[in-house]
C-alpha cells in the first residue's frame, strides 16, 4: 500500500517535473529564435522547406478528399430538406474553423513531427550533439531553432493550403458531380463565412504549428539515445501531438465562441 | 550550390502558395453583402422592435447595398430602439422623409434595413433622423394575430 502511494507520487512529480522542464525549453528556443532569423536565415529556410514544402503532397491530397467528402455528405443530408444550395456553406464553415487546422496538424505531426524527432534524437545517439557543444556550438540554437520555426512558420500557410484545396474538392464533388449550382454554392458561402471565422481559423492554424514543432523538437531532443528510444519518442511526437491539438482546440473554439 | 537553389525556389513556391491560398480564403469565400466606404454620413432612426437586428447588417436601398448598421441601444426615454446607421456619401440625394423598415433576406436569412425613398426636397445628411420607421415582424406576434383573427372569424 506504502508502496503504491510513493509511485503515485513519484510519478505525479515526476509529471510537474517534465512539464515545467517543458515550458523552460519553450523559453529557451523563443528567446534564440530573432538572433537566428537574423543571423543564419539559411537554416530557418531549409528547414520550412523540409517540414513545409515537402508535406505539401500529402497535404493537398488530404484537403481534396476531405473537402470532398464533406460535399459528399453535405449534399445528401441537406438534400433530405431541399437545402442543397447551402453546402457551400458547410463545407467552408467546416474547414475554415474546425477541419482544416485539426487535420493539417495531424498530418503535420505524422508527416514532419516524426521526421523532427526521430532526426533530432538521432543526431543525439550518434553524439553528434555533445561534439557540437565540444566544439563550442550550441545545439539547441544551431539545430533545435531553426527546426522549430521551420515548423511554426509552415503551419499556417498548410492550413490554407488544405483548406483551399478542401473547397476545391467540394467544388468539384457538389458543383461538378451533383449539380449544385456554382453560384448558389458560393454565394450562400460569402454570405455566412465571417472575416471572423477566418481569424479563428488562423489562430488556431498559428498555436498547433507551435505546439506540434515545439512538441517534435522537445521529444527527439530528450530521447533516450538508443535505436530503441529514437523510435519511443517518434510515437510519442504523434501521440502527444495528437492529443494537445484536439485538447487545445476545443479550448479555442470554447474562448473563441 | 545546385541543392541551395532548389531548396529555394521550392521554399519560395510553397510560401507564395499559402499566401495566395490565405487571400483567397480571405477575399473569396467571405464578403458577399461587405459594404465598404471612404466617406460616410450617420443617421438615426427608432424602431418600435428591431428584431434580431445586429452591428454590421447591411443598409440597402433598392435592393442596392448603400450602408450598415453601427450600432442598436435602447432609448429609455422613449422606450424605443434606436439604431444608428452609416451611408456611404456618394447617396447625399436621399430625401429625409425617407421610409425605414426592417426586413429578412429570404425565409431564414439576417435581418436588413430597407429604405424607401419618400417625396421630400430635403436630402438626409449627418445626423439628421428617419421618422418614418417599420418594425420588423415578429413571427410570434404574427401567429398570435392569425389566431386571434382565425378565432373570430369562426364565432360569426
Redesign the interface.
Known sequence: MRGLFRDIYNNAFEFVRTFGSFQLFFLRLIRHSPRMVLRRP?LV??Q??NT??LS?VIIMVCGFFVGGVLGLQGYANLARFNAEDSVGTVV?LAL?KELGPVITALLFAGRAGTALSSEIGLMKATDQLSAMEMMAVNPVRRVLVPRFLGGVI?M???V??F??TG?FGAHVVSVDLLSVDVGAF??Q???S???D??RE??IKSIVFGIVASLLAVWEGYNAVPTAEGVGRATTRTVVITAISVLILDFMITAVML | MQQTRSVEIGTGLFVLLGMSALFFMTTQTTGGEKFSASETFEVEASFENVGSLKPRAPVSMSGVTIGRVTGVSFDPVTLEAKVRLIIDSQYDQIPDDSDASILTAGLLGSQYIGLQAGGSETYLEQGSEIYFTQSAIVLENLIGKFLVNSGSGGDE
Open positions: 539559411g529556410i531549409k520550412v522547406y513545409g514544402a505539401l467552408a475554415i509552415s499556417p500557410f498548410l490554407a493550403i483548406t483551399c473547397l458560393w454565394q458561402m460569402q454570405l463565412v465571417d472575416i471565422d477566418i481559423g488562423v
